[in-house]
């Protein structure tokens, strides 16, 4: 399958479960305390992987995120269960290309197919047990900021906004005692948070084009996206079981969106864990094949 088609079949899902009145991403991406980890190198996705078998995980009950390919499940001495279908998700890869005799990188993107571990007769290893407990928020959220180096500075304002300002480079949330849990309010930040990694100190995202707008524009919508993401891989990634109320506006002006854009998804999905990665000190991501 090319990568449009791949695209398109991508976007295709995100826009059903949006049609639903679900936002995917604002789901707890977590199970017992780990995301969707590939059974072969014990990694987890990244990514738009992770939200594609997040989905897939959640649509056909299985309970572990522990996913595998049909090759690498015969090494291992087992098999894929008769009638299983495997779930798509992409690969990157590079590759050298030669314009005006200088040898410059390409990147590109094919599909890959895996299987639950469920889908198959393997045992599922010890050290993936589902009896780990929620991360507190407090902690989780001392861990990211602590981590996050070169960060903006954070006002917490009595008030009813919260938001990150480029010009200023700043996030300006209200207090904790404002929000109705601390999840929300641990969420909140993590998205301002997101956002500010696009500052040009940082990932410098913020181009004239993708710079932050006005709220229900196509580039506001996008790069919401890219926070709304991010948020929840930073919370998700931390062990904290999310709840976030879906708001019917966003879910109008993402599903506007993705119905212009097939390569949005994957686009925002890629950037919102580059960000992730940056907050949590991450340096280099290897992105998971299997």
Known sequence: MNSKQLAEDITALIIKELESGSVPWRKPWNAGGFMPTSLTTGKQYGGINTLILSIMKERAGYKYPLWITFNETNKRGGQVLKGSKSVEIIKWGTYDKVIEGETVKRFYMRSHRVFNIAQTTLEVPAEYSLD???????????????????????????????????????????????????????????????????????????????????????????????????????????????????????????????????????????????????????????????
């Open 132 to 290: 780990r407990e929620p991360v507190a928020v407090p902690v989780a959220l001392d861990s990211i900021v602590a981590g996050y180096v070169n960060k903006p500075e954070i006002f917490h304002r009595a008030g009813d906004q919260a938001y990150y300002s480029p010009l200023t480079d700043s996030i300006t949330i209200p207090l904790l005692e404002q929000f109705e849990n601390a999840t929300n309010y641990a969420y909140t930040l993590c998205h301002e948070m997101t956002h500010s990694t696009g500052h040009q100190s940082r990932l410098d995202r913020f181009s004239e084009e993708d710079k932050p707008a006005v709220f229900g524009s196509p580039v506001y919508a996008k790069e919401e996206l890219v926070a709304d993401i991010g948020a929840n891989i930073l919370l998700s990634s931390a062990g904290v079981a999310l709840d976030i109320t879906n708001s019917g506006a966003y879910i109008k002006g993402w599903l506007k969106a993705l119905q212009n854009d097939s390569n949005l998804i994957v686009s925002a999905a890629t950037k919102a864990q580059k960000a992730a990665d940056y907050i949590l000190g991450i340096k280099v991501k290897e992105e998971v094949a299997a």
